[in-house]
């Protein structure tokens, strides 16, 4: 449809035009192809005298009928671009000139201009061929002249750009030759102009060059191969003319002796050559046979040196033209060493004590061998690891000797192995093995495993206890090498060392003999001797360090303030004492050590716990706070001094401070602190008599609360059982538990509060539930049970503990 409207509007356009009085004018280009989109062609507006208002008010376009608008108007520049790469070759292939026709169209007055642009020709295309390779099949016996024709290429460029020539390279035994047909066109041809030879060149590679005229110059390629074929005209050829082998007596059939080797130059057929043994000898066919296919030559007989030493074979060699060629083949058979040496043992030794002295004899050997010349001359040897060696003595007699003096310790026994090798090629061999056993001789003291001990043991031991063992090694054997421990003499602080520790004879092992104490003795040293059963028997010493580990077994001892029985020591503080003021400084030592040694200090009781502190680790007592006229003159404390062991132990100490001004008022107050004494006398039965009271207290309230429960338990059931409603009850003082008030669960809440401290401790105790009410309104006991319970769950001043529900 819509070419059909084009077609219309062409017609239209075409009376139009021959109706319409319109000024005609022509213009031509020429431009090269290929030029690149937005190129210029012409200022069309100069060449057709047009103005650039014109082009505007006249909607100047562009015509060409066609689909493809190769040139566009810039109507504000007045000039024709390339909107479309144009190619030559695929817009005119070979029509020559090529030129694009189109109009310039103008309205009002309707104007029409023809132009024609005029497309030359650039060397923008190779010379190409069709195929990239071409291959020959040429016999060698070709006559020369003979012609080969190669294809031609294509170059769809025109003139001088277009093909020119051709070119063949690489080669001696072609020429080109290139000729005109009938058709103007170009026929290439191959001419023989050499003799062709396989046996020098097989294959040839050739290569075909077309070439243009442009500029610059393009050129494309073909590949020819030619493969030279075969023609018989070659005889086989042997490598050498005269072939020598060897081969031993002893081998077997089948064993290869040697192999011969001709070629051809010929191939195929041509060269397919055939050995085979040419003569009349039928005891040297029986002993040999050649591969007619690869030359190799086989024994196929048993070889005696002594029946014949060499043999002469004669191998022909034909291929399958009926050319042939000959070779000779000399065969020397070697004389082999099939006999080994034969060993006698003549005599030899078991055993030998270790101390042997050098080159003392083991064994005597004889060695003999049947072969003749070096197949019969022999040598003997042994490992070159071991203390021995053997030693010619008469012919064919041998004896083996020690080279060194043995050590058992290294090694207590040999497995010594003669070998005797004679002189052939290949060399044959014989061997036998001596076993010699070394013999023990006490001459290895016992070693400690280590240079010196050092061992510990724990204060207030058990007599009797095991310490530690001592160990040492022998290095000799069976009686020589067991060892006894004995626990050399000597004294510690002029007492016995044997009434410190023992030793035990058999295990080494070091046992205390009494308990030791730290604080008497706190390390010494003693020496053990190990002794083996040798004779003479031999020995060693070894120092044993015992160090003895202390146990916190000593309580700490107050050094000041001193404890009398009688007398009264105060300290005194003013009353404008300030806070941090040094009171005293307890002072106490530990006769332990490490660990056990380390003291810390605790205030453990005082008349006022806010006025007083001890330092934990310098037992200072100073004041924590101002002292004021309301303390008391007399003040108590009591300082528990710790050591820092396992279990801890400690000691306590009372001091006695004065809060006053002057020494008079201390003295007023002096007389009170010797009935304090009573009050540490009395102190004791005091808490047993407190203990009692609160388990009295305890079991009492235990009793009352399971009554409760179980009374509680009771009404449950029974107002369980009856038919009245029930509603949710909550106590005036505290929230609403479900959800309406500021906490969303409920909890219990136990406060307890001493008299002595500052310090309130809280416990929490589990969630505690909504109470639930049976409300009847016809029953008023009911009611005033209700509000009984209610004021007994609102009474503030409970002895033991206050309850609360959020």
């Known amino acids: 449809m819509s070419s059909v409207r084009t077609m219309a509007r062409q017609v239209l356009l075409f009376f139009s035009l021959v109706c319409l009085s319109c000024v005609l004018g022509q213009v031509t280009y020429s431009i090269p192809e290929e030029m690149t989109k937005g190129s210029v062609v012409g200022n069309i507006a100069n060449d057709l005298g047009l103005d650039l208002k014109r082009l505007k008010l006249g909607k100047a376009r562009v015509y060409t009928g066609g689909s493809v608008e190769y040139i566009g108007l810039n ?51 190779t010379p190409s061929f069709t195929n990239a390779e071409k291959r020959f099949e040429i016999s060698e016996s070709a006559v020369i002249g003979s012609k080969f024709v190669l294809e031609k290429a294509v170059d769809p460029d025109i003139g001088m750009n277009g093909l020119q020539r051709y ?11 290139a000729g005109s047909q009938a058709d103007r066109s170009k026929r290439v041809e191959m001419v023989l102009q050499k003799p062709l030879d396989r046996e020098k060149q097989e294959y040839i590679s050739l290569l075909l060059t077309a070439v243009d005229g442009g500029e610059p110059q393009m050129s494309g390629t073909m590949q020819i191969f030619v493969h030279v074929l075969d023609v018989n005209d070659n005889a086989p050829t042997f490598a050498k003319p005269l072939y020598r082998a060897k081969i031993q007596e002893n081998s077997p059939r089948g ?18 050559l055939s050995y085979l043994i040419s003569t009349s000898d039928r005891h040297l066919t029986e002993l040999f046979k050649v591969d007619p296919e690869t030359g190799e030559i086989i024994l196929i007989g048993e070889l005696d040196y002594e029946k014949a030493k060499l043999y002469e074979i004669d191998v022909d060699v034909v291929d399958s033209g009926g050319l042939s060629d000959s070779s000779k083949v000399i065969v020397d058979v070697i004389d082999i060493n099939d006999n080994n040496p034969l060993i006698n043992v003549v005599s030899k030794s078991d055993s030998i004590l270790e101390d ?43 004896t083996l000797v020690t080279e060194v003096t043995l050590d058992r310790e290294v090694a207590s026994q040999y497995n010594i192995t003669v070998t005797c090798s004679d002189e052939g090629v290949p060399s044959l061999s014989s061997s036998v093995t001596l076993t010699l056993q070394i013999s023990d001789v006490n001459d290895n003291a016992p070693v400690f495993d280590r240079s010196s001990y050092e061992a510990s043991i724990v204060e207030n031991n058990t007599p009797g206890l095991s310490i530690f063992t001592v160990r040492a090694r ?37 046992n205390a003999v009494r308990s030791f104490d730290y604080e008497q003795i706190k390390d010494f040293q003693f020496r053990v001797r190990a002794q083996d059963g040798g004779s003479p028997p031999l020995s060693s010493n070894v120092t044993v360090r015992m160090a003895i580990q202390d146990q916190n077994d000593n309580p700490p001892q107050v050094l000041y303030p001193v404890q009398t029985g009688g007398s009264v020591v105060a300290e005194m503080v003013p009353r404008a004492a300030d806070v941090g003021y ?17 003291l810390s200090y605790k205030l453990q009781r005082a008349t006022d716990r806010a006025l007083f502190e001890v330092g934990s680790q310098n037992g ?25 062991g396992q279990p801890s132990r400690s000691a306590t100490v009372i001091v006695n401070v004065a809060v006053a001004d002057s020494f008079p008022e201390v003295l007023s107050e002096f007389t009170d602190f010797t009935q304090d004494k009573e009050y540490n006398d009395n102190l004791t039965f005091y808490l047993v008599l407190a203990l009692a009271v609160v388990s009295f207290l305890f079991i009492t309230c235990l009793v009352v609360i ?42 219990n809440y136990e406060v307890c509060r001493t008299t002595d401290s500052r310090k309130s401790d809280c416990k929490f105790g589990r969630g505690g539930s909504q109470n639930v009410l049976i409300m009847d309104p016809s029953s008023t006991g009911t009611m005033q049970r209700i509000q009984s319970e209610k004021s007994i769950l609102d009474e503030p001043d409970s002895p033991l503990e206050v309850r609360k529900n959020k």
């Open 706 to 747: 399971i009554s409760v429960k179980i009374y509680r338990w009771r009404q449950s059931r029974i107002l369980y059982h009856s038919s009245l409603p029930v509603i949710p009850y909550y106590p005036p003082r505290y929230s609403d538990t479900l959800g309406t008030g500021t906490l969303q669960h409920v909890y």
């Open 474 to 510: 022998d290095a000799d054997w069976k009686q020589n090498a067991r060892v006894s421990y004995i626990l050399e003499d000597s004294s510690v602080n002029g007492v016995p060392v044997s009434s410190y520790v023992s030793v035990s004879a058999d295990s080494g092992v070091i």
């Open 356 to 398: 042997s002295p050098p080159s003392t004899v083991i064994a005597m050997l004889s060695v003999n061998d049947p072969d003749s010349e070096n197949n019969g001359e022999v040598k003997c040897n042994i490992d070159e690891n071991i203390p021995f060696k053997i030693q010619t003595t008469l012919n064919g007699f041998y």
């Open 255 to 272: 064993t290869s002796v040697t192999t011969v080797s001709a070629s051809d130059k010929d191939i195929g057929s041509n060269g397919e």
């Open 75 to 125: 109507k504000d520049r007045g000039v024709l671009l390339i909107q479309e790469r144009i190619d030559r070759e695929a817009l005119c292939g070979e029509t020559t000139p090529c030129a694009l026709h189109f109009q310039l169209i103008l309205e009002n007055p309707m104007e029409l201009f023809r132009v024609t642009v005029e497309i030359t020709d650039i060397n923008d295309n």
């Open 582 to 598: 040094l009171v005293t400084k307890v002072v106490a030592v530990d006769v332990d050590s490490g660990q056990n040694a380390w």
């Open 167 to 177: 070119v063949l390279s690489s080669t001696d035994n072609f020429v080109l030759k």
């Open 620 to 644: 200072e007592i100073r004041t924590i706070r101002q002292v004021s006229d309301k303390d008391a003159v007399k003040q108590r404390l009591t300082v528990i001094v710790e050591d820092n």
